[in-house]
């Protein structure tokens, strides 16, 4: 099995990831590693806010998945710039829940993704 037959997925778009890095192994390695440390956590905190809305904890986070969703493909950039202008003008708690629904399980899948692919990657 070589990369290209590693990287497909219709849980993300890994249509930059196969511009940039398809040849490089080692890059892709320590790339999805590092969206899988810095996102994992920031997911969890996300999470939290379900319950109670930490309003710049919800707007910082967004902001720094805004330029990883965009390389890695997650399929809920948009919503997340959204989000991340909701919490920044204290938008209702509900609005910002609502939201919040709506992007984690796709923040999860695709942490779920590149866990499969980081793991086919390493055994290449």
Do not use: W
Request: proline share 2%; aromatic share 6%; hydrophobic share 40%.
């Amino acid at each position: 099995m070589d990369i290209q037959e590693i990287l497909t997925s219709s849980v993300v778009d890994l249509t930059s990831l196969k511009e940039y890095f398809s040849s490089d192994k080692d890059s892709l390695i320590q790339l999805i590693g590092v969206y899988l440390s810095d996102t994992t956590p920031r997911v969890d905190i996300l999470e939290e806010s379900l319950t109670k809305v930490d309003y710049e904890s919800v707007r910082s986070i967004c902001h720094f998945l805004k330029s990883s969703f965009g390389l890695m493909g997650v399929n809920c950039l948009e919503e997340i710039a959204a989000l991340e202008k909701q919490a920044q003008s204290n938008e209702p708690e509900e609005v910002i829940k609502e939201r919040l629904n709506f992007v984690i399980p796709i923040c999860r899948a695709s942490i779920t993704e590149y866990k499969l692919i980081l793991n086919r990657l390493e055994s290449l």
